[in-house]
T-cell receptor
Framework: NAGVMQNPRHLVRRRGQEARLRCSPM?????VYWYRQLPEEGLKFMVY????????ESGMPKERFSAEFPKEGPSILRIQQVVRGDSAAYFC???????????FGPGTRLTVL | GENVEQHPSTLSVQEGDSAVIKCTYS??????FPWYKQELGKRPQLIID?????GEKKDQRIAVTLNKTAKHFSLHITETQPEDSAVYFC??????????FGKGTRLSVIA
């Protein structure tokens, strides 16, 4: 059973471009969570999704950020018109239910030039 | 919503000594408390967790205690080793809400 997969592992974008981050949860997991981690800081919750539904997006900026988890395929976190402040590590995690261990992916390190 | 405070932010111990990291939470409905370890440049990994129906859980050199009345829980690492050096995060969870993480403790074990 492969773990949580994220790609790309590293992404470099220029200001104003779009960033697309992908997350494939562990097999059998229908709950996906996205977190942002700035250097030397903790994990900040962004959004929680179940298949085809956004359950909680309270941690996601209202502009430029969107997330989806389609019926088929990975979950995608999209950042439009990136700015330097978007540079961070973005982790996704998955779980089989809401009150179980969350398994983290390796993260995508986004650098905005 | 839930708020998790974690202390200390940094901790240095001599190899072989014990390390204790403390967290408090605000939502009395929280019922699941995991601890994650994150080594430099790597993903967070669960090391131990506890649910609100138990007061203590142990796994070899690692133990977690929970005081529901005071709404705090602690991570105890005994006989620390250099490979225990990492950032440790506590978290709290209730119902369908997402995990809320503390800000982390950077543990350095000095050989």
């Amino acid at each position: 059973n492969a773990g949580v997969m994220q790609n790309p592992r590293h992404l470099v974008r220029r200001r104003g471009q779009e960033a697309r981050l992908r997350c494939s949860p562990m097999k059998g997991h229908s709950h996906v969570y996205w977190y942002r981690q700035l250097p030397e800081e903790g994990l900040k919750f962004m959004v929680y999704l179940q298949k085809e539904n956004i359950i909680d997006e309270s941690g996601m900026p209202k502009e430029r950020f969107s997330a989806e988890f389609p019926k088929e395929g990975p979950s995608i976190l999209r950042i439009q018109q990136v700015v330097r402040g978007d540079s961070a590590a973005y982790f996704c995690a998955s779980s089989p239910t809401t009150d179980n261990e969350q398994f983290f992916g390796p993260g995508t390190r986004l650098t905005v030039l | 919503g839930e708020n998790v405070e974690q202390h200390p932010s940094t901790l240095s111990v001599q190899e072989g000594d014990s390390a204790v990291i403390k967290c408090t939470y605000s939502d009395s409905a929280s019922n699941y408390f995991p601890w994650y370890k994150q080594e430099l440049g790597k993903r967070p990994q669960l090391i131990i967790d506890i649910r609100s129906n138990v007061g203590e859980k142990k796994d070899q050199r690692i133990a977690v205690t929970l005081n529901k009345t005071a709404k705090h829980f602690s991570l105890h690492i005994t006989e620390t080793q250099p490979e225990d050096s990492a950032v440790y995060f506590c978290a709290a969870h209730s119902g369908n809400t997402p995990l809320v993480f503390g800000k982390g403790t950077r543990l350095s074990v000095i050989a």
